[in-house]
């Protein structure tokens, strides 16, 4: 058996002709730059997020460096945000010229702690951004207080989070603006690079469509920095025919889950632990994220057995080579540095077999079974005890 982190082939077929309709379309028109593609979608995924704007760009990563530059963060500025996350959250950051100031991580999330925000401000500090890590929303009512107070910008990095929801409050409606990427492995993909920032503040937008554009406004007059970073019209034209079909995928990406989850703990839970939706989230499992002992021995193992796994994140942002000069040291953020060591995500897409969830949650057990490690041996046997001693401290 030959099990893959996504296949996104199912999908693609089940839409072909309606992709190509639309594909046509566009192309016959001539109209590929900011056409009616990338209007309408602005539209629906800013009304879906219950947002005023949407500001269609390049990629998730742009997303993020625009929407800091139109909430003017800049040179000589400090946000603050998590270093367990994709590079691209702290290489914004930086891009825009700020310095990246990394907190801690929340061990049963795997999001920023709120509790060790406050302590990061200085007279620098001008943004936050959390970022909804895997599906799940970070805590944005106590990150939202603790801005408000220190009049911080919040700006939501909801890269693997479209669709979420926080105590029925959706992406993108808390914070001053959220981004999105539409790169082809996120929940919505598109058939190459695609991003959004998503805000109700006007004036945000309105910098957001200009920096886009090179900072031209009005046409090659350029009283701002800005760039080449738009939505491509055919790659909008591709997520205006997926876009329906998200709440249904987010769905079966939700029942997946807890498959994987209910069959993990009948013989594992002692040993595992599979990830937590906290109370009053809708978590839409961009990643299905376990924490483990012996991590990267799994790892080799599944994938003798065929089944593909992926660490994210292996190395934290805190301490890759290219941010050195911000003086971080391994120890000094110990939740994230943890999860490095410990998380493991196994095989999630919404086409997803029931057979291949059984065969991998079959070999995940066999793994540990062999090493006398499992919910019947914790009765006192040497093994069990040092499973749980290297299983996660977490409530
Ligand atoms: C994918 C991702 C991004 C970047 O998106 P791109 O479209 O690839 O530029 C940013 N942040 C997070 C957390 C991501 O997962």
Redesign the pocket.
């Known amino acids: 058996m030959k099990i893959q982190m996504l296949d996104l082939s199912e999908q693609y077929q089940s839409m072909r002709e309606e992709v190509f309709h639309k594909l046509d379309e566009v192309m016959s028109s001539s109209r590929f730059i900011l056409g009616d593609n990338v209007k309408q979608l602005e539209s629906d995924i800013a009304k879906y997020s219950n947002a005023a704007y949407g500001v269609g760009v390049g ?3 742009d997303a ?1 460096h625009i929407a800091l530059q139109a909430a003017g963060v800049g040179e000589g500025d400090e946000v603050i945000t998590t270093a367990f ?2 590079f ?2 702290g290489g914004a950051v930086a891009r825009a010229g700020a310095k990246p100031v990394y907190v801690d991580i929340d061990p049963v999330t795997f999001n920023i702690d709120p509790s060790k925000i406050e302590a990061a401000i200085t007279p620098k500090t001008k943004a936050v951004i959390p ?1 909804h ?1 895997y599906g799940q929303m970070a805590d944005m009512d106590k990150i939202k207080e603790i801005a408000d107070k220190h009049q911080l910008a919040v700006i939501e ?1 909801a ?2 989070a479209i669709g979420a929801k926080y105590n029925g409050r959706n992406v993108g409606e808390l914070g001053t603006a959220a981004t999105y ?1 539409f ?1 082809p492995t ?1 929940n919505l993909g598109a058939y190459g ?1 695609g ?1 959004m920032v998503v805000t109700s503040d006007q004036d945000l937008a309105e910098k957001a469509r200009v920096i886009r554009v090179h900072g031209s406004k009005p046409k090659y007059y350029h009283h701002v920095l800005g760039y080449n970073s738009r939505l491509d019209e055919l790659q909008a034209a591709i997520l205006n025919v997926k876009f329906p079909h998200l709440d249904k995928w987010s769905e079966a990406r939700r029942e997946r889950a807890a498959y994987y989850t209910e069959k993990l703990n009948e013989k594992l839970s002692n040993v595992i632990q599979t990830p937590i939706e906290k109370e009053g989230n809708y978590h839409v499992f961009h990643q299905y994220t376990l924490r483990v002992p012996n991590r990267d021995e799994l790892q080799s193992f599944l994938k003798e057995q065929g089944i593909a796994t992926m660490i994210y994140y292996p190395t934290p942002l805190h301490v890759q080579p290219v941010f050195k000069d911000l003086g971080y040291q391994e120890g000094d953020l110990p939740e994230t540095e943890k999860a490095a060591k410990e998380a493991i995500s196994l095989p999630m897409y919404p086409e997803l077999k029931k057979e291949d969830q059984d065969y991998a949650v079959e070999k995940i057990i066999e793994f540990y079974h062999i090493r006398g490690i499992g919910n019947e041996n914790l009765n006192g046997s040497r093994n069990a005890s040092a499973a749980r001693e290297s299983s996660p401290s977490i409530a």
């Open positions: 990629n998730g990563s993020i996350t994709f691209a959250t970022v890590l990095d890269a693997q990427s790169f996120k690079d991003g």
